[in-house]
């Protein structure tokens, strides 16, 4: 589908934010078996309204095609793990959440945080669109609703007696290509002096930091704290804190509330978010106008360190199988000329193929079989959890590479 009007504020969409050219869908892993079967691809264009300032991508898949089979679990990082159980003390703690509450996570995926409330004695809900990935939490005992999160979804589910005192939205801002109607669904669960979390990787830091990996088919929007107050305040909700946390990449974690509820003063955090965004130019085109440049320096700095050690005779393998190591991947052209294979801890995904570069995943155990000489880290954010689970590849002299914000290595 193309959608030409912003899919906030409905203006026309016509500033350039990077053209990462035609991309396979970032989650759309091949079976060994449809090889040499012909591939799907889609323009990976971004564009930035010049009228509220949302990132976004004009030529969207439907959701239904992307989230029917998905293959991302998110218990298999120790790290997100340990992120999740300390935000549900964090909660539990400030909103003083008990037997008698009720929280509940939109895009729970297979329960890898609800648990940790469950374990606490709070009643839990999920809502998840992949029904494969449902399947997952109920066998954890998460309670979970399989449908897409909107305004009809929410009444649902309040009609039911389901509303929330808190409502946890890791990651999935971004995945949603109608914001209003999920934003909405936000105003129609959240009881009235009930909490609404929200984490989403910080278009700052994607900028800064040349980020463009994040951006896949996945990610209908990408988007600044500005952004993000003035979507919810279009629903009657007020974002009262914000937290900037280390989480793909970097991350924040915005706090809402309803406009009528007066108990939640808004923070000094928001007026400073918002002034460090304003001077970093996120409110006039310059400042997203010089991005494509970035991205292209760093495909041919990502480039110039595979051609270099290849002609030096080097062979390199992949840690990681995650979507944005697929964007980068297939914007570079790097594929199994370059990287022999790929790892990866999900047995979802081994013995697929990375979608586009058909890069081979296999599990972890195969680095310590081929002793490469570089272990190319794909889930860069990750890299400190990577680097410690395989530093046994020093043993033969292996090095780790990361690619974002430059090539590293280490």
Same mark, same amino acid.
């Given at each position: 589908?193309?959608?030409?009007?912003?899919?906030?504020?409905?203006?026309?969409?016509?500033?350039?934010?990077?053209?990462?050219?035609?991309?396979?869908?970032?989650?759309?892993?091949?079976?060994?078996?449809?090889?040499?079967?012909?591939?799907?691809?889609?323009?990976?264009?971004?564009?930035?309204?010049?009228?509220?300032?949302? =990132?976004?991508?004009?030529? =969207?898949?439907?959701?239904?095609?992307?989230?029917?089979?998905?293959?991302?679990?998110?218990?298999?990082?120790?790290?997100?793990?340990?992120?999740?159980?300390?935000?549900?003390?964090?909660?539990?703690?400030?909103?003083?959440?008990?037997?008698? $509450?009720?929280?509940?996570?939109?895009?729970?995926?297979?329960?890898?945080?609800?648990?940790?409330?469950?374990?606490?004695?709070?009643?839990?809900?999920?809502?998840?669109?992949?029904?494969?990935?449902?399947?997952?939490?109920?066998?954890?005992?998460?309670?979970?609703?399989?449908?897409?999160?909107?305004?009809?979804?929410?009444?649902?589910?309040?009609?039911?007696?389901?509303?929330?005192?808190?409502?946890? +939205?890791?990651?999935?801002?971004?995945?949603?290509?109608?914001?209003?109607?999920?934003?909405?669904?936000?105003?129609?669960?959240?009881?009235?002096?009930?909490?609404?979390?929200?984490?989403?990787?910080?278009?700052?830091?994607?900028?800064?930091?040349?980020?463009?990996?994040?951006?896949?088919?996945?990610?209908?929007?990408?988007?600044?704290?500005?952004?993000?107050?003035?979507?919810?305040?279009?629903?009657?909700?007020?974002?009262?804190?914000?937290?900037?946390?280390?989480?793909?990449?970097?991350?924040?974690?915005?706090?809402?509330?309803?406009?009528?509820?007066?108990?939640?003063?808004?923070? $000094? +955090?928001?007026?400073?978010?918002?002034?460090?965004?304003?001077?970093?130019?996120?409110?006039?085109? +310059?400042?997203?106008?010089?991005?494509?440049?970035? =991205?292209?320096?760093?495909?041919?700095?990502?480039?110039?360190?595979?051609?270099?050690?290849?002609?030096?005779?080097?062979?390199?393998?992949?840690?990681?199988?995650?979507?944005?190591?697929?964007?980068?991947?297939?914007?570079?052209?790097?594929?199994?000329?370059?990287?022999?294979?790929?790892?990866?801890?999900?047995?979802?995904?081994?013995?697929?193929?990375?979608?586009?570069?058909?890069?081979?995943?296999?599990?972890?155990?195969?680095?310590?079989?081929?002793?490469?000489?570089?272990?190319?880290?794909?889930?860069?954010?990750?890299?400190?959890?990577?680097?410690?689970?395989? +530093?046994?590849?020093?043993?033969?002299?292996?090095?780790?590479?990361?690619?974002?914000?430059?090539?590293?290595?280490?």
């Amino acid at each position: 589908m193309i959608e030409n009007k912003c899919r906030l504020c409905g203006h026309a969409l016509v500033e350039d934010f990077v053209d990462l050219g035609m991309s396979p869908l970032a989650n759309s892993y091949i079976s060994s078996d449809r090889a040499d079967h012909m591939e799907p691809f889609y323009p990976l264009h971004a564009y930035v309204c010049h009228h509220c300032w949302l =990132v976004q991508l004009a030529h =969207v898949v439907r959701p239904e095609d992307i989230f029917h089979d998905y293959l991302y679990f998110s218990s298999f990082s120790d790290s997100w793990l340990r992120h999740c159980e300390t935000y549900t003390n964090l909660m539990t703690h400030r909103f003083k959440l008990g037997a008698n $509450s009720h929280v509940v996570e939109v895009a729970s995926n297979d329960g890898y945080l609800l648990q940790f409330f469950q374990k606490q004695g709070i009643p839990v809900l999920g809502i998840e669109p992949a029904a494969n990935v449902a399947v997952a939490a109920e066998q954890k005992g998460i309670p979970t609703d399989v449908a897409f999160f909107g305004v009809a979804t929410a009444q649902r589910l309040k009609d039911a007696g389901k509303s929330a005192d808190l409502i946890a +939205a890791k990651n999935v801002l971004a995945h949603v290509p109608d914001l209003n109607d999920f934003i909405g669904g936000f105003k129609i669960l959240l009881k009235p002096s009930g909490v609404v979390t929200v984490e989403f990787p910080h278009l700052l830091r994607l900028m800064n930091e040349n980020q463009f990996d994040t951006i896949y088919h996945e990610h209908f929007s990408y988007l600044s704290f500005s952004v993000a107050e003035r979507a919810f305040s279009r629903h009657g909700m007020i974002l009262f804190d914000v937290d900037e946390i280390p989480t793909h990449g970097g991350s924040l974690r915005i706090y809402g509330r309803h406009a009528e509820d007066r108990s939640k003063p808004v923070t $000094s +955090a928001v007026e400073r978010m918002r002034a460090r965004e304003q001077q970093a130019g996120l409110n006039g085109l +310059a400042a997203y106008r010089q991005f494509a440049d970035q =991205v292209a320096d760093t495909k041919c700095t990502v480039l110039e360190f595979f051609i270099t050690a290849k002609r030096a005779g080097k062979r390199i393998a992949g840690y990681g199988a995650p979507a944005k190591g697929n964007t980068l991947l297939n914007y570079c052209g790097i594929r199994t000329d370059m990287i022999g294979f790929t790892v990866d801890r999900s047995p979802h995904k081994q013995g697929t193929l990375l979608p586009g570069t058909h890069i081979p995943i296999r599990a972890p155990d195969a680095i310590f079989e081929a002793k490469p000489d570089y272990v190319f880290i794909l889930p860069w954010n990750l890299k400190d959890e990577i680097a410690e689970q395989m +530093a046994g590849i020093r043993d033969w002299g292996g090095k780790f590479v990361t690619p974002i914000p430059t090539v590293r290595v280490f």
